[in-house]
């Protein structure tokens, strides 16, 4: 490497750097999803941004953060970086190696509030990088879940992870926890979404599951460290859920669930979406059926489907259900006339088989000992009867 590559290497370096400095003061200053900011980015660095609203601070006006102007004075990113590297936690931007490039889509979304829902930066907890979630897939559901949902998350969860896809989820109670345990009990990997900083514990009572998902795979959230979970960080932390995965998995969700709302964004970022069926009197599941019958959802039931959906084209085909092949299935149309003439204890003589067969005797006498020596019939002292092969 020649001194000009390595300058240029170090100036690039540099230049990220400050960019991932500006875009933490940005976070600390506005709701990462805050639109105004996210259109802005696009059109500046976050470096030129912070130097606008520090040359003029009345400008934040324009992005209805009155109170903002106040907290510039008091920014300290490096710190905060600092203290999240020590943490074990890492700021992530687009531009780092790690940055997951599905992710871009949402720079593209469909939705009708507006069409750039890209995130500034990631906040991530745990050794799994986000680059390895391109081979990932989402499962929500319920945070009530019952006995049957909980139970196909955590078996659904574990197939996947077997076969090396990543299980993402929302950390929550019922059908999350149940996805992320099912993941790690079957040494998989596994990443969890949060509406709160990485280093925040919510629900509560998931603080042993999010430290083990902590310890293998990753937690995630775009809010920085510290920051409370709120009921709009929910919604948007599943366009994140969404966006970082190949496709959605719901598992029991209501016809008001959170689940169906990253349903939602998987379809608006032509991400596949697929439902897993509970029982027809089941109101935990009436929001699945309803994706499933719109067509909005593909109906999936093992690890298998999953993977059918969102691999490539002919990449992996799952086997078709069928039951098992028995001894009388390859038999021709004739010999199952015959044998469905056969009576199964008392003998008969080949002409009664033919008349109950509606065919020759002699063409019922060949047939017959066909069906002899191939073990479905015999002849007993009083006729032709079915064996014990042909009961099967």
Avoid at 253 to 268: K, Q
Wanted: proline share 5%; net charge neutral; hydrophobic share 45%.
């Amino acid at each position: 490497m020649t001194a000009e590559q390595i300058a240029q290497a170090g100036r690039a370096h540099s230049s990220q750097e400050a960019e991932r400095v500006a875009r933490v003061e940005l976070a600390r200053l506005f709701e990462p999803s805050n639109a105004t900011v996210t259109h802005l980015l696009r059109q500046m660095t976050a470096v030129v941004l912070m130097d606008r609203l520090r040359a003029d601070p009345a400008a934040e006006r324009s992005l209805r953060e009155n109170s903002s102007a106040a907290r510039l004075p008091g920014l300290d990113a490096a710190r905060d970086l600092d203290r999240a590297a020590r943490a074990g936690i890492r700021f992530v931007i687009p531009g780092d190696p790690e940055w997951p490039a599905q992710l871009d889509r949402l720079g593209h979304c469909a939705r009708l509030d507006r069409t750039d829902w890209a995130p500034w930066g990631l906040w991530i907890k745990g050794p799994l990088h986000l680059d390895e979630l391109v081979e990932s897939v989402a499962i929500v559901g319920s945070r009530t879940g019952t006995t049957y949902g909980t139970t196909l998350a955590s078996t659904l969860a574990a197939d996947l992870a077997r076969s090396g896809l990543v299980v993402v989820s929302g950390g929550a109670f019922g059908v999350d926890a149940a996805a992320h345990r099912g993941a790690l009990v079957a040494e998989g990997r596994t990443a969890a979404v949060l509406a709160c900083g990485v280093d925040r514990v919510y629900p509560t009572g998931n603080r042993d599951l999010l430290g083990r998902i902590a310890e293998r795979g990753a937690l995630i959230s775009e809010a920085p460290p510290g920051c409370a979970p709120m009921r709009h960080r929910f919604l948007t932390r599943n366009r994140l859920i969404a966006g970082l995965t190949c496709g959605t998995v719901v598992v029991e969700a209501a016809v008001r669930s959170g689940a169906l709302n990253t349903a939602g964004w998987a379809t608006s970022i032509d991400r596949p979406v697929m439902g897993v069926p509970g029982p027809v009197t089941s109101a935990a599941s009436e929001g699945v059926h309803e994706l499933i019958r719109s067509g909005a959802a593909s109906l999936v039931g093992r690890a298998e489907d999953v993977r059918e959906v969102v691999g490539g084209i002919g990449e992996f085909l799952a086997p078709v259900l069928r039951a098992p092949v028995r001894p009388r299935d390859e038999l021709g149309a004739p010999e199952q006339l015959i044998l469905d003439s056969v009576p199964v204890h008392r003998g008969v003589a080949a002409e009664s088989v033919a008349r109950t067969a509606g065919t020759s005797v002699s063409q019922a006498r060949t047939l017959l000992q066909g069906l002899e020596r191939r073990g479905f019939v015999e002849f007993s002292d009083t006729g032709w009867r079915l064996t014990g092969l042909a009961r099967t």
